[in-house]
């Protein structure tokens, strides 16, 4: 009782990584309140995957299992994780800030009149003082997330409510599997005597997964590469470095020009306009019809080689050098003291 | 078959955080909200737009804001009846202060069983906070399924709306019974821009608080109009347990804010040197820019 749960998502058969995370995340959690961590799995024939889930640490997992559930709906899953929780009661439930995640766990979070903090970057545990009536709150779950376009970090609290629910996003938490584990316990649930004809009501009539579309206009990191990029196979390096970030790639007009990058991802007049928190620019000499479209940006990087390139004018740290050399060493340094 | 729809949009008025530029800050480095325009939080732009499709394909159908803010939110009420609405109320009451996402669903739903609406249609997420949980919250409060991440309202068949939603990797089609709770992710398309006979109808809508607080109120013979008045409800409009509303029915509690602070506006050189390129990413790191 007063346990950790995870709520769980899987992908084709496999289950995801941010579930993973949350699992070693929470396992941490579950050490320092001295309490179990357990596992919700929802799904079409999914029971296979609580042995990895074990492997994770969980001492417990929740299966509910029925052809209905192969995709994700909101009603029928929400039902199911409220009425485990309302049964568990458990100190703190966590979901990914995935879109399935972000769907459901504001539901449930409203019908338990319990509190939920979107997007956590951190969790922590620790006491809270209420100021007002100096009441001690032992072990609360710190909910550690930006807010205000990332220009604030705020921590908050649930000091009554329960279960203590937050969504993180993947690649935020570190994902490690135990060395060693036992198998924990099952608990499959009753499907059927949970879910009315009023939980099925929504139908998906159709699904197409797809290749992920690119999307620069919303993407909170850009790396951006220009004509000094060199080549199309240079452009890997811009790559690189997003990919490692969790950035998107842009490019200059010079550069989607000379057939380095794809059009969709031109930035300037004759393309997007972007305003993301940090915008790395590489390689482009920053003429104003590129710019345009990023001079916005919260914070901007800019490596070039030419100590005067306009680019390092609007730039709050201009780094002057190869990009060759220094793309490499950000990717690196990032490596090295990022987790 | 015609069918006409009432619609609520839900709305919301944001500090444009996407637009913290280097002048929005003080000089400790720390946003300067008051530098921050209001604006109209730009998913919600792209709700109003697919309810505004809706009154284009139904005839009859008929689009009401909703939003929840200070008195000057107003204006978000005013836009909406310039790019095609027919109305909308301001929710607003010293109790909803301090609401946290719960708390402000929980008012919402109030207005919203007083306004008896077929569809609601939220932006996915407001820039502000980017919790995206409003939207759900107030589906559960009202117990209405939810569509989230919407990008088309596609049509209306056998009784049930046709929805495209957009997810990470993909779209998926899903049909719904009405009444339900919409939320329209940013890929679907931009709103249309004013309207010009709109604009000149509505130029003088007011509140009884905007219209009490201004003196010189040379249009005032124009506010006799009933459709110029946009109505202010709160707490004893919409009724509903006291304690649901403003902190009181907040269970999330701020502990601690710590700005992030900006570096100098001057720009800062740095060599391309393996020392300089690690500091420069531990502080992007330790500012949670990246990481």
Known sequence: ?339 | MTKAFKIVVLAKQVPDTRNVGKNAMKEDGTVNRAALPAIFNPEDMNALEQALRIKDKFPGSEVKLLTMGPSRAADIIREGLFRGADGGVLLTDRKFAGADTLATSYALSMAIRKMQPDIIIAGRQAIDGDTAQVGPQVAEKLDYPQVTYAEEIVGFENGKLIIKRRLERGVEVVSTPVPVVITVHATAPDCRPRNAKQLLKYKYARTLTEEQDNEHNSYLPILSLDYLRIPEWGVNDVGGDETSYGLSGSPTKVKKIENIVFQAKESKRLSASEEDIDSLIKELISSHTIG
């Open chain 1, 1 to 339: 009782m007063n346990n950790i749960i995870v709520f769980i998502e899987t992908d084709n058969g496999k289950l995801c990584d941010v579930s993973l995370e949350l699992m070693t995340k929470g396992r941490q959690l579950a050490s320092a309140l001295k309490c179990d961590l357990e596992a919700l799995l929802i799904g079409h024939e999914v029971s296979s995957l609580k042995e990895e889930l074990y492997q994770y640490g969980a001492k417990k997992v929740h299966i509910a299992e029925d052809p209905k559930l192969e995709y994700f709906r909101t009603l029928p899953y929400a039902a199911i994780t409220i009425n485990l929780f309302k049964q568990e009661q458990p100190q703190i439930a966590l979901f990914g800030a995935t879109s399935i995640g972000r769907d459901l766990a504001p539901r449930v979070s409203s019908a338990l009149k319990s509190g939920l903090t979107a997007d956590c970057t951190s969790l922590e545990i620790g006491n809270h003082t209420d100021t007002k009536s100096g009441r001690e709150y032992k072990d609360l779950l710190y909910q550690i997330r930006p807010a205000f376009g990332g220009n604030i970090i705020a921590t908050i609290i649930n000091p009554d409510c329960r279960p203590q629910m937050a969504t993180v996003r993947e690649g935020v938490m570190k994902k490690e599997a135990l060395s060693h584990y036992s198998a924990g316990e099952t608990n499959e649930i009753d499907v059927n005597s949970i879910l009315s004809d009023t939980d099925l009501v929504v139908e998906i009539i159709e699904r197409h997964i797809e290749e992920k579309k690119i999307d620069i206009k919303g993407a909170p990191i850009i790396v951006a590469g220009g004509f000094g990029v060199g080549s199309r196979e240079n452009f890997k390096l811009v790559f690189d470095l997003a990919k490692v970030l969790g950035a998107e790639v842009g490019a200059s007009r010079a550069a989607v020009d000379a057939g380095f990058a794809d059009h969709a991802r031109q930035i300037g007049q004759t393309g997007v306009t972007v305003r993301p928190k940090l915008f790395i620019s590489v390689g482009i000499s920053g003429q104003i019809q590129h710019t345009a479209g990023m001079d916005q940006a919260a914070m901007i990087i800019s490596i070039n080689n030419d100590p005067n390139a306009p680019i390092h004018q609007l730039a709050d740290y201009a780094i002057i050098g190869d990009l060759n050399e220094i793309v490499p060493k950000m990717i690196k340094s990032y490596k090295k003291n990022s987790k």
